[in-house]
């Protein structure tokens, strides 16, 4: 299966505070060489835009050098939880590994990747299929 939409497609619009991404990033740095694992909260504008206005670290989240988790029962129920995101220590390897894409592909929304040295540009988003989709820091 192809791994690009088609033009004709429309891919979701996301836009993320760059605040609630450099507190990503910053946690990423923290947990480095383990993984840190958040979710982002956000709102659907009426436009059909999401936007990502906040970090949410999952209480008794996990990390180890490969793989993180947390327990979707301990996220309260009104956190309007929109994306994940997680860090992978290695640098060039903002992409969902086999077990991301089975993470993904259960969850809805969208998910966010970051990798050493979780710089800006080290970021990048995927939808539920594992296909890369642009988004805008704001
Ligand atoms: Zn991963």
Request: charged share 20%; proline share 7%.
């Amino acid at each position: 299966m192809a791994k690009n939409r088609s033009a004709e497609t429309a891919a979701p619009t996301v836009s993320i505070r760059k605040t609630a991404l450099l507190s990503a990033l910053q946690g990423a740095k923290n947990m480095h060489p383990d993984e840190f694992i958040a979710l982002f909260r956000g709102e659907n504008a009426a436009d059909g835009q999401l936007v990502l206005t906040e970090l949410i670290i999952p209480p008794f989240a996990t990390g180890d050098e490969d793989s993180s988790s947390y327990s979707p029962y301990f996220i309260p129920a009104n956190s309007r939880e929109k994306a994940s995101f997680h860090s992978h220590p290695d640098p060039d390897t903002a992409y969902p590994s086999d077990e991301d894409l089975y993470y993904f592909s259960k969850e809805s929304g969208i998910h966010f990747i970051a990798c050493w040295p979780f710089r800006l540009q080290d970021v990048a988003c995927f939808d539920a299929d594992g296909i890369e989709i642009a988004f805008t820091i704001v």
